[in-house]
């Protein structure tokens, strides 16, 4: 059984979480520039087993797409290009960046601590990747 990887897209960090190999855990792995991605991606994929890769999607109330999915669709087609052996999956994001500062505020670090944009992106990355795990749970 291969990892699940999540990744949250922005426009300028990209989240990304983890599986462990027998799928029960969701693990931060770290944030990235969005120019770092693809390199990083490369060689993670090169020296783990995944076999799936969720890609947060980002919606609207109404479930419609949200204005920031212009970013995403690209690199979402350029994953299923490039990696065409891998399962990949899309997720409704919806209130992950909320749910994410809200366990950075009950987690007690300190302000200064909390002012890292780039913790949110991690924590909102295992959010989709719990969900996802979670959703797969009750399909079976």
Do not use: C
Request: positive net charge.
């Amino acid at each position: 059984m291969g990892r699940i990887l999540a990744i949250d897209y922005g426009q300028k960090r990209v989240g990304v979480a983890v599986t462990d190999e027998l799928q029960i855990s969701a693990n931060a792995i770290g944030t990235f520039h969005v120019k770092e991605i693809n390199e990083w991606l490369d060689d993670y994929l090169k020296n783990n087993d995944v076999e799936t890769i969720v890609v947060g999607e980002p919606k609207q109330m109404n479930n419609l797409p949200s204005e920031s999915a212009r970013f995403i669709e690209p690199f979402v087609s350029m994953l299923r290009k490039k990696y065409p052996t891998y399962q990949i999956d899309r997720w409704d994001e919806r209130f992950t960046s909320v749910l994410a500062h809200r366990v950075i505020l009950e987690s007690g670090i300190g302000k200064k601590a909390r002012q890292d944009k780039t913790l949110a992106d991690r924590i909102s990355a295992v959010i989709i990747l719990q969900s996802y795990m979670e959703s797969k749970t009750f399909r079976k």
